[in-house]
């Protein structure tokens, strides 16, 4: 969290240093009614202000399914539940037909002009799971075109609706120099998730929430790069364990 | 002979006394909401760190997925419960009745009275407590926090949470009371007690190969809403009714 233990440590230290200043100040006014009068007071406003939360925090929803600054929420989906029944459901295809494979996210899609009769390729060593796939098209027309496809990433804890991340994964960084298509590892991303559970005395009567902290788990989708390149263009890489053609 | 008429004046005299006494006893200990917020306040300090969740991470990213309850609230709220009620059954506190028109029982009453109202004030605001953590976590997001699956809590869950809360706090209260009256009547034996019920309560006793299951779990492994009702409030009727029984042969002072 942003607000740290100490930075609310602080808060609430502050909030009871005021607390009792404003006691002492408004004393002389409190003595006119009995002190039990003003812990009445205080007992009801205490109640009063708790209960106005049950609006506020109705009013924090919005009715949208994730709440964060972050534009990017947008991008998030609570993952259908029959997803995580059979664990990867959706893999990426073994003969590179991306466009024909339900379930894939394409999450970049860039065009450049080829520059010589060649095209080398070359991979980050720390590229990570993403297998290349090439594929030759009919004409002959100087344009490479590369599309990085991926695996649907979900994660769920304490049996909550497993969340789809999917689309919030980067692409591989691709540019193309000299005849050098490069390869090379995504921007380092990192998220937190949070949900909230019901106390204890909830949980007892929902049985299939019985746990605060649950089983968690994370299907790690797989990623692809599908280069499309024209018919006269020769391929050169580095990596052949990586590169392969489009059945 | 006793007539018609004594018997129903003096059960008006009765209510009439238990009341007065029972708001005398609200006024007295009303400073107790001090000590209920700052302890509140104190747990929305726990209730920072997750209860649970994951981390795990892939080739160029990482996440975390965090599960936040309102557990320390009640816990909390619960510790303060015990620690009040022990101060309600404490020989000090005892003293203090005697400067009121009393008998054990109206005292006694009152006292339940009391402890009832404590309850169900302490169940209401542990359980709303939740709703400031939802609020402080939801301003508090940074850029790559995200919260799924609403912050609004079901007005069913709200109630079903202050009830059963409610019922926890009245039944520990109880305990505390029990162990209070038993330590009045003699302090070995009520700290025997003591030990005996958090021992039978949170830990498993084995005695030879006759092993005495967590007693806890009679009440928290009920899944059945009216069942687990019936369990703590009959509970709590055996608990105060012995606790009435011992009192009731305690001398005037000590």
Redesign the interface.
Known sequence: ???S?IT??LI?LI??ILFSFIKRAVKPRLNRF???KS??L??GG??AL??L??P???L??KGE??????PD?EL?A?TPADWSKDGQKYHLPADGRFEEQTGLYENSHQTFKAEAPQLKITTAE????GQIFLERRGSADGIIEVATYVAP?Y????G??P?D?TK???PPQISLEKGILKIE??????????????????R??K?EAQ????S???I?GQ?GILVRIPSDLEIVSDDNTRVQWVR | MMSLNEVKLSSVRFKDIVLKQYLYKLKGHSGWIHSLILIQLISLLFSMSPMGGMSSGGDSFHININTYTGDAFLVLTMIWMAVMTSFLGSQAYRSIDFSLVSNRITSYVSNAALILTFAVYAGITGTLMSLLQRMVLVKSLGESEFIFGGVQMAPWDILLSIFVATLYLLLLASVTYLIQMVSALNKAAGIALGVFILAFGFGWIRIFEFKVENVLLFYTAESSLGLFALKVIGSVVLLLGLSMLISGRMEVKR
Request: a negative charge.
């Open positions: 969290m942003s607000i233990f609310l440590s609430i909030m009871i009995n002190q039990w812990n009445l205080l007992a205490y109640l708790l209960i939360l049950i506020i925090t109705g924090l929803d399914s994730f709440i964060s600054p972050n929420k998030l609570l720390n590229l990570g799971n990433y994660a769920s804890a304490n909550a609706m969340l991340f919030l994964i980067a590892r995504p921007i380092e991303q990192s998220w937190v998730f949070i949900n909230f559970n019901d106390s204890f005395t909830v007892q009567f049985p746990s605060a902290g649950g968690s788990m994370m790690q990623q």
